[in-house]
């Protein structure tokens, strides 16, 4: 049983609006709102370690890859702050999280959660203070709120840190909210049977948290809004390391001026497919179809020299949604010179480029997996200048050469010191082993879903279809197999029916990763919290997405994303665009991968 002081005074906030934040932002009324022991299977609450405050006038933060109506918002919150802590049953660690309370009459029955980014979780708590919801982060045991869950995998050289590597995986984020929805309820005086509304959002890796809260915590969620999930956590990785690879394989190093005319010229030669000539490929696979990269091959480029900065973990150096990476997002930064480049097109040069849009197969032609849709950028392939040899020289992507020393090798190192030796087979075989030693926690790829759907929830999954970090055929490969595996008993046309009633998929024409592309100036989701809470909170389905494009010669132009498999197509450079059925390009998204003998979702 909870004390009965706290919840009286909550109680009368919620009931009456008398009591103020004050009233009910105090340590004794978060203590009286606690869980109790027991009521969280293996949580034991630590009420002396409670800590509660009152914020005046806070702008909201959240996770990455939000795109509600906080997104470059002014507007100003009053919260109550409140950090709890909480260990184990039979266990002697702590796990500290915090939880932003809107004051009680702004408080619309809603939690929410925010994702993170790179190997972080969120660590700002007030993402859902527009929503008038309760937020929550967490320090996973590990405190994540001052170290990412890299620098703590290994407890030394061969030996795994489990414990973080549950807690970053799903078990963190799954506990902060089976603890905070009870929590709310108390906090507020509101009875047990009372509905409190939880959302989930987030991109990347917070896109693959999500789908760790999806498929292990299904329950628990009314709305989940994930974006470019990085899940398939092993492959996706160690993919990071591929474009090096083919570089060294086919013995040449393009310069970035030249894979950048790669990607440009391809973009201006597929942007007329869709239908519409407006510097954006809303149809890449009818580009894969009908392009062909040696066309390119002559073509002049220049770049005059610059030093360059890249931000690593994948990410270009581009911002999200406007705002500049974080620290803690930008693992691997580093600052190069690049002296003029003045050249042509070589056919070395397509054939690289064509390699790394064609995806990984091992030495018996078996594919290990996709790739990025062509016109994407060529982030990976990037290469370093040596001012002592004069020459350009590969590049190993920080993102993707960590997780083979220290995920794969259990080596705690920064990154992979050479290629020497290393293959296409080298890297099918360290993702075989990520992908068998991570199965249960970062991997996030299980495709039943059947307790989520089974309890009401609603998924939204979109993914930047020039996405040059995660593959947007990364999400296609994943909603087929959720398809196949909770509908492969019906028809097409019932499955695609039962699925959009829940799971509902968009690819964003243009988009890059988590964002807008500054070399496509396509639209981008501005609005999906409320897109989701309208579905959840009114039953209004939805049955395509809205997008704003914010460049170019259409921005401010609204368009009304495609609902996954169904394709855009634009007749006559017209204002609107039709969502066709092509088999042919759906064909073309549609990937299976025997280099492993175990099923890849």
Not at 487 to 510: E, K, M
Request: include cysteine; charge should be negative; charged fraction near 15%.
């Amino acid at each position: 049983m909870r004390p009965s002081s706290g919840v009286v005074v909550a109680t009368l906030a919620n009931s009456t609006g008398a009591a103020s934040i004050t009233d009910v932002c105090t340590t004794s009324n978060v203590q009286a709102a606690l869980p109790a022991n027991g009521t969280v299977l293996g949580i034991d609450m630590i009420p002396s370690a409670v800590t509660a405050s009152v914020v005046y006038n806070a702008t909201s933060g959240g996770g990455m890859g939000g795109t509600g109506t906080s997104s470059g918002s002014t507007a100003t919150y009053t919260y109550c702050n409140v950090t709890v802590s909480y260990a184990h049953t039979g266990k002697s660690d702590k796990v500290v999280v915090k939880y932003a309370f809107p004051q009680p009459s702004d408080f619309k029955n809603r939690f929410y959660v925010a994702g993170g980014g790179g190997f972080s979780l969120a660590s700002d708590a007030t993402g859902g203070l527009p929503y008038g919801a309760v937020g929550g982060a967490t320090d996973a045991g590990y405190d994540a709120f001052s170290n990412t869950y890299d620098e703590v995998v290994l407890y030394g050289n061969g030996s795994i840190n489990w414990d973080a590597t549950y807690m970053f995986s799903y078990q963190a984020l799954g506990e902060m909210t089976k603890i905070g929805k009870p929590f709310a309820q108390a906090f507020y005086g509101l009875s047990d049977d009372t509905k409190v509304y939880t959302y989930y959002e987030g991109c990347s890796d917070g896109g693959r948290e999500g789908m760790s809260q999806v498929q292990r915590y299904g329950e628990e969620y009314d709305g989940a809004i994930t974006g470019a999930p990085a899940f398939r956590f092993a492959q996706q990785q160690v993919f990071h390391v591929y474009s090096s690879v083919v570089q060294k394989t086919l013995d040449y190093v393009p310069p970035p001026c030249e894979l950048a005319k790669i990607v440009n010229a391809t973009i201006a030669a597929c942007d007329p497919l869709d239908g519409r000539t407006d510097g954006v490929v809303s149809r890449t696979d009818l580009c894969m179809l009908n392009f062909d990269l040696k066309s390119i091959i002559g073509e002049s480029y220049y770049c005059a020299g610059q030093n360059s900065t890249s931000l690593g973990f994948g990410f270009s150096k581009r911002s999200i949604r406007g705002r500049p990476m974080s620290k803690r997002q930008a693992q691997g930064s580093t600052t190069s010179y690049q002296p003029t480049q003045n050249g042509t097109v070589s056919a070395e040069g397509v054939a690289v480029a064509q390699a790394i849009y064609d995806g990984l197969y091992n030495s018996q032609g078996e594919r290990a997996y996709l790739s990025w849709q062509i016109g994407s950028e060529l982030s990976d392939a990037s290469p370093t200048y040596s001012t002592e040899s004069n020459s350009w020289e590969i590049n190993i992507p920080s993102i993707g050469g960590e997780y083979v020393t220290k995920f794969v090798q259990l080596l705690d190192l920064d990154n992979l010191s050479s290629l020497d030796g290393v293959t296409y087979d080298t890297l099918v075989g360290w993702m075989n082993t990520g992908m068998v030693r991570y199965m249960d926690s970062l991997q996030t790829t299980l495709p039943d879903l059947t307790p989520f759907q089974a309890s009401g929830g609603k998924l939204l999954h979109y993914h930047g279809e020039s996405d040059y970090s995660i593959p947007a055929a990364s999400s296609v490969h994943y909603w087929q197999s959720v398809r196949s595996v909770m509908y492969g008993n019906l028809t097409d046309a019932a499955a695609l029916q039962a699925l959009q009633d829940w799971y509902q998929f968009y690819l964003v024409p243009g988009a890059g990763h988590c964002g807008t592309n500054a070399l496509q100036p396509g639209p981008y989701p501005q609005n999906n919290m409320d897109t989701m809470i309208d579905w959840v909170e009114n039953g209004v389905k939805p049955a395509r997405l809205n997008a704003t494009a914010t460049a170019g010669a259409y921005a401010g132009e609204s368009q009304m994303l495609c609902q996954w498999p169904t394709r855009p197509l634009w007749q006559g450079n017209s204002s609107a665009f039709d969502c066709v059925d092509d088999k042919a390009s759906v064909d073309s998204w549609t990937y299976t991968f025997p280099a492993f003998k175990l099923p890849v979702y």
